[in-house]
């Protein structure tokens, strides 16, 4: 876990954001059965997605994604990182996941991270929910520089 709030305290954070189709909300361990469908789905893209040394999330089992999703869940709570599910309208579905950390760099304020579903990233989802989620990142959040590592800045530049 992170050691301290990723925004100030009188910050209110975001609890759902809406997009065509699919929104954003709070990803908790309630989501474990879609997230782990999604996440196993996309296994072969998502390695090393987010570290590039990284081999999250192979050989994932169910259990230890619902350890992972109540990590993210408390760090919600405790401000200190902030997970998003991407659910379809009616909540049948995950799309993909959203992440806000605080940066390892000190000229960004966060970094952020986002995937689609493997079905989804084939038809270009991707895409929209990158627009959403930078709009929102920028429209709704406090920071002044957010770092998408490995999408605007190469990982070997990072």
């Not at 230890?64 to 902030?82: A, K, V």
Request: charged residues 30%.
């Amino acid at each position: 876990m992170y050691k301290r709030p990723l925004v100030p305290d009188g910050f209110e954070v975001p609890q759902r954001v809406d997009g065509d189709g699919f929104h954003l909300r709070m990803l908790s361990v309630y989501d474990v059965v879609k997230d782990y469908a999604a996440v196993m789905e996309s296994e072969a893209r998502l390695v090393g997605f987010m570290e590039p040394a990284g081999d999250w999330p192979r050989r994932l089992t169910i259990d230890e994604n619902l350890i992972d999703l109540g990590w993210h869940q408390r760090e919600f709570t405790l401000r200190h990182s902030f997970a998003y599910t991407v659910m379809n309208d009616d909540e049948s579905r995950c799309l993909g996941c959203c992440y806000i950390y605080p940066s390892n760099r000190p000229e960004f304020d966060a970094m952020a991270f986002y995937w689609a579903r493997e079905a989804e990233f084939r038809t270009g989802f991707d895409d929209r929910l990158g627009e959403l989620f930078r709009g929102f990142i920028a429209v709704e959040w406090p920071f002044k520089t957010v770092a998408f590592p490995g999408r605007d800045i190469a990982w070997s530049d990072w």
